[in-house]
């Protein structure tokens, strides 16, 4: 099992940038793609980005592409979204997201995780 924890929301103004992190504990996430998906008010979690288990391939959401980043730390059990440029649409609550990696892709659907954290809301403010 993997718990994993998210940090860094907070109250925006457009334009701005943050960084969320995402801390996991139970077992070491080497083997797992990491992604962040959002939920924004009255709508379904989306997918904004995932990250191969070696970090050496990324994917994005086309309305997040250019100004997000998705970053991983194994050695501390950790990823990150580092999110410039927000806009009031990228209001939503995030979560982070892991699964055990493919072959071949990453996993893009909500339903390809079974491991989340509680989210964190992003708010940007018009």
């Known amino acids: 099992q993997v718990q994993l924890k998210e940090s860094g929301g907070g109250l925006l103004q457009i334009g701005d940038s943050l960084r969320l992190s995402c801390a996991a504990s139970?077992?070491?996430?080497?083997?797992?793609?990491m992604a962040w998906f959002r939920q924004r008010p009255g709508k379904e979690r989306e997918f904004v980005a995932a990250i191969r288990y070696d970090g050496g391939f990324q994917q994005y959401a086309r309305s997040v592409k250019g100004r997000f980043t998705i970053s991983r730390d194994n050695d501390k059990s950790a990823a990150y979204l580092q999110a410039d440029n927000l806009e009031p649409e990228d209001t939503a609550v995030y979560y982070c997201a892991a699964d055990i990696a493919l072959i071949g892709r990453l996993q893009d659907a909500a339903s390809e995780y079974h491991f989340w954290g509680q989210g964190t809301q992003v708010t940007v403010s018009s």
């Open positions: 139970g077992r070491p996430i080497n083997t797992f793609t």
